[in-house]
């Protein structure tokens, strides 16, 4: 899952993203609220963290500009304890939940996963695909029961192949959710957990079949009987 924090404080935009890759998230940065902007329009993310006083424009900006445009990511709020006005307007503006600076990462890391918890998302808790079960909360996988031991990359390319069962997910596009962009060296490098992920499958007996498109992508489907 791919989220998108826009803060300019350089302590906590380096904690912040630590904390949520080793509990399994692809994190992208960017410090000012053109950039956000920019990434919202060209890239798609599961949630938004969202600093409110950034070095160029009020980070208020950018979630008026993402809802006006119609995009309902789930957006939260990281704002100062002096700043209630802020998270009034930030609630009405159409933020989802905030959180005080300062805070434990813990707790934020909590909100998070709320958030993406929330019913009428658009993130179902469990995947399912073949004998083949995630679960987008607790990160795990299971096949036929059991609980499957996959990294965090192969997990991350099976989520993105499940949310997408029988259609193709070009390597671009994993490619960029996996390592925040797209280039030559992190196209190899999906190949490779693609690779990787089609021999674990094949151990743990899963019923479905990552079926390569060349030049284009990955399909994944339940395999034939
Ligand atoms: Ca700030």
Same mark, same amino acid.
């Given at each position: 899952m791919r989220l998108l924090l826009v803060e300019d404080d350089p302590h906590l935009s380096e904690l912040i993203p630590k904390a949520l890759r080793s509990t399994g998230f692809t994190v992208d940065t960017c410090e000012l609220a053109d950039e956000a902007c920019c990434a919202l329009r060209n890239g798609e993310f599961e949630t938004v963290i969202l600093d409110l006083g950034l070095p160029d424009y009020d980070g208020m900006t950018v979630l008026r500009e993402m809802r006006q445009g119609g995009n309902a990511t789930p957006v939260l709020i990281l704002t100062s304890r002096d700043g209630l006005a802020d998270r009034v307007d930030g609630l009405n503006a159409g933020a989802d939940d905030y959180v005080l600076k300062p805070f434990e990462i813990e707790e934020l890391v909590a909100r998070i996963k709320a958030l993406l918890r929330r019913? =009428? =998302?658009?993130? =179902?808790m469990t995947l399912t695909a073949g004998n083949v079960v995630l679960d987008t909360i607790s990160r795990e996988i299971r096949i036929d029961g059991k609980i499957a031991d996959l990294s965090r990359r192969e997990m991350s390319v099976l989520e993105h192949l499940i949310r997408r069962l029988d259609g193709v997910v070009a390597k671009e596009r994993l490619a960029e959710s996996l390592y925040g962009y797209a280039e030559n060296g992190s196209i190899n490098s999906v190949e490779v957990s693609v690779h990787r992920l089609r021999k674990r499958l094949a151990e743990l007996a899963a019923t479905v079949e990552i079926n390569t498109l060349r030049g284009v992508g990955y399909l994944l489907s339940e395999a034939a009987e």
């Open positions: 019913p =009428g =998302g658009a993130l =179902g």
